[in-house]
């Protein structure tokens, strides 16, 4: 099993400019969530879903869009990219109780 | 709304000493959730604790969750150079898959 799969895993924008990370996992859980990470800040819930067609918003979503297509890929779509959007992505799914994380994506705008 | 809180942010111990990290909670918690990240890495579940008053060891590791269930603690016995990490508690909101991290604890040890 390989789990929870995001790419890219580094990636940098210029401010405005919009791209998709992605995610996908392997294990059929049914919740997959967003999450950002910034220093001394913790990990923020951006988006999750319960299942394939149903979205939610979480703690800071804004400047962010999600779908979920599938029950295996959960995307994060940033519209338009700003400085303040410079942070570490995760991407997490459970099926109740573990949260397995990817690996994250590292992204800077410049 | 629902906010967790971690103490100390940072900890810096000599190997071989014990280490402790404290989350508490504004609300009742169903039950609540230990996460481990390596610099670098990603976080890793380590253990959910969900009775009042749970105790809960793992090797060296002690988890509390408090006769309340609004405060809950990790402790490490004798710290080795590989505990070192960021630890992070998590409490659900409403579901096991909406967490509400706390800020997370930095241990560092020094060998």
């Known amino acids: 099993n390989a789990g929870v799969t995001q790419t890219p895993k580094f990636q940098v924008l210029k401010t405005g400019q919009s791209m998709t990370l992605q995610c996908a996992q392997d294990?059929?859980?049914?919740?997959m969530s967003w999450y950002r990470q910034d220093p001394g800040m913790g990990l923020r819930l951006i988006h999750y879903s319960v299942g394939a067609g149903i979205t939610d918003q979480g703690e800071v979503p804004n400047g962010y869009n999600v779908s979920r297509s599938t029950t295996e890929d959960f995307p994060l779509r940033l519209l338009s990219a700003a400085p303040s959007q410079t942070s570490v992505y995760f991407c997490?799914?459970?099926?109740?109780?573990?949260?397995?994380f990817g690996q994250g994506t590292r992204l800077t705008v410049v | 709304g629902q906010q967790v809180m971690q103490i100390p942010q940072y900890q810096h111990v000599q190997e071989g000493e014990d280490f402790t990290t404290y989350c508490n909670s504004s609300t009742t918690l169903s039950n609540i959730q230990w996460y481990k990240q390596r610099p670098g890495g990603h976080p890793v579940f380590l253990i959910q604790l969900v009775k009042s008053g749970e105790v809960k060891k793992q090797k060296r590791l002690t988890f509390q969750f408090g006769e309340a269930k609004k405060n809950s603690s990790l402790h490490i016995t004798a710290t080795q150079t590989t505990d070192v990490g960021t630890y992070f508690c998590?409490?659900?909101?409403?579901?096991?898959?909406?967490?509400?991290f706390g800020k997370g604890t930095l241990l560092t040890v020094n060998p």
């Open positions: 997490a799914s459970s099926y109740d109780t573990e949260a397995f």
């Open positions: 294990m059929n859980h049914e919740y």
């Open positions: 998590a409490g659900p909101k409403g579901s096991n898959y909406k967490l509400t």
